[in-house]
């Protein structure tokens, strides 16, 4: 999760003594919005301020509530094709599971701070894994996989956005001018979009012509047919893998990039170079260290990114493993595990290679 200095809403002015102000506004770190760009002043706009356990109680309430009224209405069209993979949920236990996982997943975002946009990128990159079992193996339609998995993303996203109120209020003129540009190109988004699909068509396209087929058929019981595999390509993969660049942008590498604040670079200089001392130093020091990243430990940069990568592919794998032995006919342990280690290879991967491309 980003840290940033929280907004002050009071003048600079205000804020430093002369000599304190001369230094950052030399060093550029004070923007006023006579200095900001005029695309990076945008309104902000609030969910309204009810008390926490209010507003989450009101975002459970209707993302259950636009699931279930949504599933309704494909009952008659994808509804049949869904069911005809899935278990019986009849015991009280088995729907207890299902209904914990979900009030934990949501409880856990809201505790993250995150906004509606990282909630729905992170949701997408959780759940496509599902969706691709059941497209590939159990040969589901598009229409089916696609109508489930929107209904997926509009149950978390609408009610994030209406009564979950956003952790920091920053805005993009704190950030240091480099950082606001990389963000703001649509040219290196698409470039590091394309990025991170080619990381998941990749492990997947690997997985596909190596180990995967036989440990499916032979830990799933229900598999229908191993053609989709056989027919994927790396190029088709890329492009079926777009989203999951795109999410993946949106989630891990935009956030690492906007990690350094320009107050914070500005004021660099002022404090005295910290000297490492094994004696003193913490494990994230000494590990810093020796990979010679500074004596001051991990960078905010570097620990966004070790942040997010670490959530992402604990999500992808925990979601993984629950939604498919939780729903999936004929699933086994050790198989869906193997499914789900070939998606938390592919996010850490991808964390990994953003960290590199965001120090370049």
């Known amino acids: ?32 919005d006579a200095d900001a760009p005029e695309e990076s002043i945008m309104p902000s706009i609030h969910a309204p301020k009810l008390p926490a356990p209010v507003a989450f109680t009101l975002t459970l309430l209707l993302s259950l509530t636009i699931s ?10 994808a509804g049949y094709e869904l069911a005809s993979v899935s278990r019986d949920l009849t015991a009280q236990w088995q729907v207890g599971i299902i209904f914990g996982w979900k009030v934990a997943s949501l409880a856990a975002a809201w505790a993250s701070g995150y906004d509606w946009l990282d909630l729905t990128a992170l949701t997408l990159l959780s759940n496509t894994p599902y969706y691709h079992l059941l497209h590939t193996f159990y040969l589901l339609s598009p229409t089916a996989v696609l109508s489930a998995l929107s209904i997926d993303l509009l149950s978390i996203a609408l009610p994030f956005f209406l ?3 956003p952790a920091s209020s920053t805005t993009a003129a704190e950030f240091k001018p480099s950082s606001r540009a990389v963000v703001h190109d649509p040219s290196v988004l698409l470039l590091v979009t394309l990025f991170g699909s080619a990381i998941y068509a990749t492990t997947l396209f690997a997985s596909f012509n190596t180990w995967l087929p036989v ?70 020091q000494t590990v810093a260290w020796n990979l010679g990243l500074g004596p001051e430990g991990f960078s905010a940069r570097t620990r966004v990114l070790i942040k997010r990568t670490g959530v992402l592919v604990l999500a992808s794998s925990v979601n993984t493993t629950l939604r498919v032995l939780g729903t999936v006919e004929g699933t086994e ?28």
């Not at 002050?8 to 230094?23: E, H, I, N």
């Not at 079926?240 to 200089?269: M, Y």
Request: proline share 5%; no cysteine.
């Open 215 to 284: 440990y499916m058929i032979q830990y799933f019981d229900k598999i229908l047919s191993l053609g989709r595999v056989r027919e994927s390509n790396l190029f088709l993969l890329s492009a079926l893998a777009l989203p999951l660049g795109a999410a993946s942008t949106q989630f891990v590498f935009v956030p690492a990039v906007l990690a350094s604040n320009r107050l914070l670079k500005a004021l660099d200089p002022i404090t005295a170079p910290v000297k490492f001392d094994p004696k003193t130093a913490t494990l994230a």
């Open 68 to 77: 279930v009224f949504l599933y309704s209405l494909i009952a008659d069209t």
């Open 163 to 165: 009564f979950r109120r």
């Open 1 to 32: 999760m980003a840290s940033h200095v929280p907004f002050l809403a009071v003048r600079p002015d205000a804020q430093f003594s002369t000599k304190a102000r001369d230094f950052a506004s030399a060093n550029g770190a004070l923007t006023t």
């Open 333 to 360: 342990v050790a198989g869906v595990l193997g499914w789900a280690s070939v998606w938390g290879l592919a996010a850490g991967m991808t964390g990994v290679l953003y960290g590199w491309v965001a120090e370049e």
